[in-house]
């Protein structure tokens, strides 16, 4: 199949811009419905029919949300040891014979054991002559500490060049993933990093000292071919994460593509997602030469730790109304909100903020500097319950976020249910194990039509948040 045939199945669908004056009239809360948020965020309701119902709903899921937080202490060590979850190893740090202070790296992060995909890859990834790698795992699963120990292994601090190159698909993502490497290399000082991101300002024409660089597709191929920082013929490791979405999207595709071309042909790549459509498993293994392959079972990509729901409303008005009342359970721990469009989400955040709600708001037309200070305070837990758009359905490791609230399901150009940004997006929550709830916000027919594609793609039911069916109640409460 040509590069050409590859269409922008998993573009990030955010293409409105902001337009406060083109914004309908606020939506309204539910009728008769007032509220108070107390100081620890919880809601109080008084009034008409249905409220019982409303606050039934939302204690039940504060419960379970408190339940999973206090459950995860020790959900780690229990789930390491069960041969079928996919944090299971059978060996040890040490057996995968990283350099001792790689290993203080992973112990200073607080890990104990591999997980199965560090487990599984470091081996092929270490492996001398060099082997290429094109690897699924599930999200929250440790695939960035899995590429970033390779990395850390392969540098020769001797050379005083850019060796390893790693692209992902946004900036926050490339941040992060610097931070990891940083963390993880502590105790190999001499290891650089530089990172290729808008707004990272370099000297034309003189080359890089830093050993690794990472960064996004735009960035790094103007650093190899309109600055020269970098020669691309010297890398001999190149990453590319989230790398479905870095081969299936056109801006990424021609960027990735373009970069890879320039890359010698001994030099390594490693390609890891959590999912690969077919099609693009077809063209990986294409454009990486004999790989070794690590691949998922479509029903092993879903994760048993995140339970998913959906609450069935008429229209736009319902999803908010419904989303206001759900809010106290949010912020029990940290909740993302995804929009389908950068319009939906100014909208969302500027509709729950005169709702008397505190949100933050992260969407692709803000500037770096305003990107990069949200995350950093969501992070950091500044900010309880952040909307967004896909711009932050992948990769983004926030290890408090327990509830997903698709606030709009993900759809392609046809209208059908995106299936892989779907898993992207709940798999936010449920990091390492932990607990996580993804509600769906159902909008009429149409919206239950997807419900029903995602389950089947999954095999996976997704219960209707239904306080009233007891059957239901003791299924959330299992
Ligand atoms: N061996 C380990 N022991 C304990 N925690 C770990 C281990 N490996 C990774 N983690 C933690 O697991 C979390 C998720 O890791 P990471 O972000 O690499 O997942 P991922 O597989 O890249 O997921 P996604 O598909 O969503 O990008 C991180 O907070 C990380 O610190
Ligand atoms: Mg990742």
Redesign the pocket.
Known sequence: MSEDAWSTAVDVQETSQLDLNKRPSRLRAPPKMKEDINANGSRSEHGGHGEEVDLAEQSLLNKMIRHSLVRNRNQ?EVL?ADPTSP?Y?VRT?EELRLKPELLKG?YH???????R??ENALPMMLAQPPQNLIAQ??????????F?LAMLSHVNTANKWTQCLCIAPTYE?AL?IGQ?IEQMGKFLPDVKLAYAVRGSRMERGVKLQEHIVIGTPGTVLDWCTKYKLIDPKRISLFVL??ADVMIATQGHRDQSIRIHRQLSKECQMLL???TFEDSVWKFAERVVPDPNIIKLRREEETLDNIKQFYVLCRDKEEKFAALCDLYGSLTVAQAMIFCHTRWMANWLAASLTEEGHQVALLSGEMTVEQRAAVIERFRSGKEKVLVTTNVCS????V?QVTLVVNFDLPTDLEGNADNDTYL?RI??SG??GKRGFAINMVENKHGMELIKQIEMHFNRKIHKLDPTNSEEISLLQS
């Open positions: 780690v390491q944090l190893s740090f992973v992060l607080g890990f104990n054991r591999p997980s995909i560090q795992s599930q999200s929250g699963t440790g695939k960035t500490a899995a970033s993502l992060q990891v994460d989230e890891f997602s959590a992948r990769g983004i490791d290890e992207h798999g936010r990091r390492f």
